[in-house]
Every structure is written in structure tokens, then in C-alpha cells.
């Protein structure tokens, strides 16, 4: 896919996040807006190995999302690369949904765990990670966290298993777009150098802009091509609320819908074609 087309498929994933949280009436648009170029260059940039017609394909490489609250973006990009139909991200958090405020792997196909309560994400990658070595196999794992997630001790522990057990399958994204929902990671319990705390862990260390969807291809893609023995953090710099003028780098937008005025503002700056549709 070029590179352009990616590019678009960030687009239709950031107007299908405020549009279904807008119809939901709550979710959290913040960081599902600063994590949807991380999860584009993964699934559209030739990075993954993933087939919407066989989710459970025992050659596929997994994904998880950390930060289950961002589950909007996960909806979108599956929605978009054809795990189901577009129409039902309407449905989000309504009852009955498959598209629940956190991911269940239980309800919809192409979630390869329930995530949501925070730290346990990367501890669910190690294992896969270390499950996917003992079978003799190379797929590839990869999660997604949030920088106020790595206030938690469970991320440090998986980190030195991981280190431990020279899992060099398993690459964490850290998706560092430096607030969380009571204010700036800095001020609400100061992580200092993320990198440098995973590299002091026994993992090698990349930095990235986040929305350099190029940079990240390319980043993804060496990094799964070089192997090795040593588990890899990415620290990828991001703006919270990112596409939308008035939720960027803004804490209060971690956790709310916009209103119907507030989508139409959002739709047109993300240069979605039909306004408000729902």
C-alpha cells in the first residue's frame, strides 16, 4: 500500500473515533486520536501479519492494546481493515455491542486479549512472546501503552522478565503523548526517561515521532527484521487528541464525547466529506 493511501486510512480512523464516541455519548478521544498513526503503520503499513479472513491464523503476528480505554482506535482500524463492517462502530458502548468500552476478545474477533485495567497489557505480550519461543516460532508481538500506564509496577516486572527471558519477538510501543486523565504524567507521578528505564531493564530502545507514519513503517519494520535477543521499546512522541484542534495536548478531553457542535468542528478539521452523519 503507498504511502499516501496509509496515510488516508489514519484519516477514516480518526473521523470513525469522534464519530462513534460522539454517538456513544462517552469513550475517550484523546488517546485513542494520539495512538491512530501507530496503530495505521501496523496494520496498513506492511508491518503486521494479520488477515481479517483468518483472525486466528496460527502465522499471525499479535496485537495488543495496552491502553484498553483507547479501544476506539482498535475498533476503527479492525473496522477499516475489513474485520467487520464500519456501520457497527455506531454501536459502541450501546448494549448488546460487541464493541464494549474496553476490548473483549471474547465478543469480537481480531482482539487477541480483554485489556483495560492498566499495566497488564505488556505482561500479556511477555507471555505470548515467550509461549510463541517455546513453539519454535517467530511471530511477533507487539503492545501499546500509554506513558501514564508505566506508572504502574506490573509494566516494570513484565520488562524484566521479558529482558530475562531474551525475548526479542516482543516490541512495546509507548505511546508518550505525555498527559493521562488528572492532568501531565510529569505531575501526577513523574516517569523521568521511559527509554532510558527500559534500556536499563536489558531492552534496546527506539524514539520515533509517533505520527511520522513513514518513520514508523520503516522503525516496525527493521525492528522485525532484525530479530535478535533483546525485547524493544519504542518510545513514540504523540499528541494527546491528535487531529482535533481543541482536544489536543488537553487532559480534559482523556475521558469525554464531543457534543454535536463540538463533532461537526472536529469532522471538519480531520477534512471528513458529509459533515455529521451520526
Known amino acids: 500500500?503507498?504511502?499516501?493511501?496509509?496515510?488516508?486510512?489514519a484519516r477514516n480512523i480518526r473521523e470513525s473515533i469522534v464519530r462513534m464516541i460522539?454517538?456513544?455519548g462517552s469513550g475517550h478521544p484523546g488517546g485513542s486520536l494520539s495512538c491512530a498513526d501507530i496503530l495505521t503503520a501496523l496494520y496498513f503499513g506492511g508491518v503486521l501479519v494479520h488477515d481479517p479472513a483468518h483472525p486466528s491464523d496460527p502465522r499471525r503476528d499479535y496485537f495488543i492494546l495496552?491502553?484498553?480505554h483507547a479501544a476506539p482506535a482498535l475498533y476503527a482500524t479492525l473496522a477499516e481493515a475489513g474485520y467487520f463492517p464500519k456501520e457497527e462502530?455506531?454501536?459502541?458502548?450501546?448494549?448488546?455491542?460487541r464493541l464494549q468500552g474496553h476490548p473483549d476478545s471474547n465478543l469480537l474477533e481480531g482482539v487477541e486479549v480483554s485489556t483495560g485495567s492498566l499495566g497488564q497489557g505488556l505482561?500479556?505480550?511477555?507471555?505470548?512472546?515467550?509461549?510463541?519461543r517455546l513453539d519454535g516460532l517467530d511471530n511477533r508481538v507487539f503492545v501499546v501503552l500509554g506513558d501514564g500506564e508505566c506508572q504502574e509496577g506490573q509494566v516494570w516486572e513484565a520488562?524484566?522478565?521479558?529482558?530475562?527471558?531474551?525475548?526479542?519477538?516482543?516490541?512495546?510501543?509507548?505511546?508518550a503523548n505525555g498527559l493521562q486523565i488528572d492532568g501531565?504524567?510529569?505531575?501526577?507521578?513523574?516517569?523521568g526517561d521511559l527509554g532510558g528505564k527500559f534500556a536499563a531493564f536489558g531492552w534496546d530502545v527506539s524514539y520515533v515521532d509517533g505520527h511520522d507514519i513513514a518513520a514508523l513503517v520503516e522503525l516496525f519494520g527493521n525492528l522485525k527484521a532484525a530479530g535478535g535477543e533483546k525485547p524493544h521499546a519504542v518510545i513514540a512522541a504523540t499528541v494527546k487528541g491528535k487531529g482535533v484542534s481543541f482536544m489536543e495536548n488537553q487532559a480534559g478531553w482523556h475521558g469525554k464525547?464531543?457534543?454535536?457542535?463540538?463533532?461537526?468542528?472536529?469532522?471538519?478539521?480531520?477534512?471528513a466529506e458529509g459533515g455529521n452523519r451520526g
Open 89 to 97: 462502530l455506531m454501536t459502541l458502548r450501546k448494549l448488546g455491542t
Open 184 to 191: 501531565a504524567c510529569c505531575d501526577v507521578c513523574c516517569e
Open 123 to 132: 505482561s500479556i505480550g511477555a507471555g505470548a512472546a515467550a509461549g510463541l
Open 1 to 9: 500500500m503507498e504511502l499516501t493511501e496509509v496515510e488516508a486510512k
Open 257 to 271: 464525547a464531543p457534543n454535536a457542535e463540538e463533532l461537526e468542528i472536529a469532522l471538519a478539521e480531520l477534512g
Open 22 to 24: 460522539a454517538e456513544a
Open 66 to 68: 495496552g491502553k484498553g
Open 159 to 175: 520488562a524484566m522478565f521479558s529482558a530475562h527471558k531474551r525475548l526479542g519477538n516482543l516490541i512495546a510501543i509507548v505511546d
